[in-house]
């Protein structure tokens, strides 16, 4: 069985910094592209970062240069630092296998609440 868990979020001050991280199990982590996603209140879904199963880095226009991915294939973990927050970050962000762009497809981790505000 697949299962994506998050964690690191939180609140935290604009200019501030979160790293999240997402642990897999349940298949061969190193074969997969992984996806961060986003989703801020009665908003839509945001793809935010991916990586390849070879560490190809892919950013949205609103995070890059303040995003980070990364993966470390021996802790099946794929991580997401995040620096200079702001208010517009503000979400629930999601680790991802393969996302297709909708809620329907892929597999899902829980989520992790991030909250940038003063």
């Known amino acids: 069985e697949v299962q994506l868990v998050e964690s690191g979020g939180g609140l935290v001050q604009p200019g501030g910094s979160l790293r999240l991280s997402c642990v897999a199990s349940g298949f061969t982590f190193s074969s997969y592209w992984m996806y961060w996603v986003r989703q801020a209140p009665e908003k839509g879904l945001e793809w935010v970062s991916k990586?390849?199963?070879?560490?190809?880095?892919y950013y949205a226009a609103s995070v890059k240069g303040r995003f980070t991915i990364s993966r470390d294939n021996a802790k099946n973990t794929v991580y997401l630092q995040m620096n200079s927050l702001k208010p517009e970050d503000t979400a629930v962000y999601y680790c991802?296998?393969?996302?297709?762009?909708?809620?329907?497809?892929?597999?899902w981790g829980q989520g992790t609440q991030v909250t940038v505000s003063s």
């Open positions: 991802v296998r393969d996302y297709d762009g909708s809620r329907l497809g892929g597999y």
């Open positions: 990586i390849s199963s070879g560490g190809k880095l």
